[in-house]
């Protein structure tokens, strides 16, 4: 049976204890802003946020010197993320990439989140094949008129479920070590519709979860969709001073750019991989003044950080900083 469960991780680090990080605990491919979707409380959606999306996908070239400048960190990635503004599926290489990281062991997990529309039989099947050991998708509804209304895409969703359990069912026949997790948004269930969603995945999952609908982006009106006190999993958001995933997370976007966050409009741009490696980026100046900036409780005062409700939003204890953030100062 699945287990209703938002986290990823069973154990997860206690920040500060490990600050400075040497080796990026989270490495995040953003594969292309391009989506096949445009459900409405998604960047997709936003027609003025005035953040201009990478239409492009991330190309072989590109990859190749990020995978291998990541072999220059002390020690493993503990995940590699593929994600994006985009739908990951839709770049044509992404079993390649992960089959090539996995060769040369660059991480201890390699994760897709996806909407799963495209996933055929044979994607499945080059996926866990390659290495991913965890699959991240995100459901908008269990009727094909909610994909509609949420995502303005059609959809049979009879067909995503299907694809979904080959998926599982041949993890589970091959003996695979990959972990299946489906998540929905609130709003995408209608009243009464949550135990059927439970229902139809518990046995082609091995957790699920109903996320919260959160402000995310400029240029989309959440007042009908979410409350900006709730978090992304539900409980209370926290007014965090200092911004914890900067401290352990890096990506790459489609051209190349390496960021420390996972939305845009990014903060800081570290570099560009065809002029530098990531090691340097990573323990370069730039990245230096950010983190300080931020220990220093300056977060409020940066453009765009004061606006980011990413710190906010989510409630793992064990990457709290606020109440170390003076002697964290010392230490980089
Ligand atoms: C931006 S999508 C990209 C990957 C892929 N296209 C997908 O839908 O899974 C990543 C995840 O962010 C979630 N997401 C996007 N905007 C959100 C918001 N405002 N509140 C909560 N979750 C959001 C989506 O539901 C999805 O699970
Ligand atoms: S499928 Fe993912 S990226 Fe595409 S619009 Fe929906 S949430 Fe955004």
Redesign the pocket.
């Known amino acids: 049976m699945a287990q209703y469960n938002g986290r990823s991780e069973q154990k997860r680090t206690r920040l500060a204890d490990v600050i400075p990080v040497n080796t990026p605990f989270v490495f995040g491919f953003f594969t292309g802003d391009i989506?096949?979707?445009?459900?409405k409380y998604?960047?997709?959606?936003s027609l003025n946020s005035g953040i201009e999306l990478q239409d492009e996908f991330l190309d072989w070239s590109t990859f190749i010197e990020v995978a291998d400048s990541l072999k220059r960190f002390p020690n493993r990635i503990k995940k590699v993320l593929f994600s994006?503004?985009?739908?990951p599926l839709l770049n044509k290489n992404l079993p390649k990439m992960i089959a090539y990281l996995n060769a040369n062991d660059v991480a201890d997990a390699y994760e897709i989140v996806t909407?799963a529309s495209v996933l055929t039989h044979e994607l499945s099947r080059q996926l866990i094949d390659a290495g991913l050991t965890r699959l991240c998708v995100?459901i908008?509804g269990i009727t094909d008129q909610k994909y509609l209304d949420i995502?303005q895409a059609k959809v049979k969703f009879a067909n995503i479920v299907d694809e979904l359990s080959y998926f599982y069912n041949y993890i589970k026949k091959n003996n695979k070590n990959c972990a299946v997790h489906i998540k929905t948004v609130d709003i995408a269930l209608d009243d009464g519709e949550e135990k059927r969603f439970k229902e139809i995945f518990d046995g082609i999952c091995d957790t699920l979860f109903i996320d919260n609908v959160v402000p995310s982006y400029p240029g989309i009106d959440y007042s009908e969709m979410c409350n900006d006190n709730i978090g992304l999993y539900g409980k209370g958001t926290i007014e965090r001073k200092v911004c914890p995933s900067v401290f352990y997370t890096l990506y790459v976007l489609p051209n190349g750019d390496v960021v420390t966050c996972c939305d845009p409009p990014y903060p800081i741009i570290l570099g560009n991989i065809k002029d530098e490696s990531l090691i340097d980026m990573w323990n370069g100046k730039r990245r230096e003044e950010f983190l300080r900036m931020q220990l220093q409780g300056n977060r409020h005062k940066h453009p765009v950080c004061q606006r980011c409700i990413q710190p906010n939003i989510t409630d793992f204890k064990e990457d709290d900083l606020d109440e170390v953030a003076e002697i964290l100062l010392k230490k980089i």
């Open positions: 989506c096949n979707f445009k459900c998604c960047i997709q959606a994006s503004m985009g739908e909407n995100s908008q995502c």
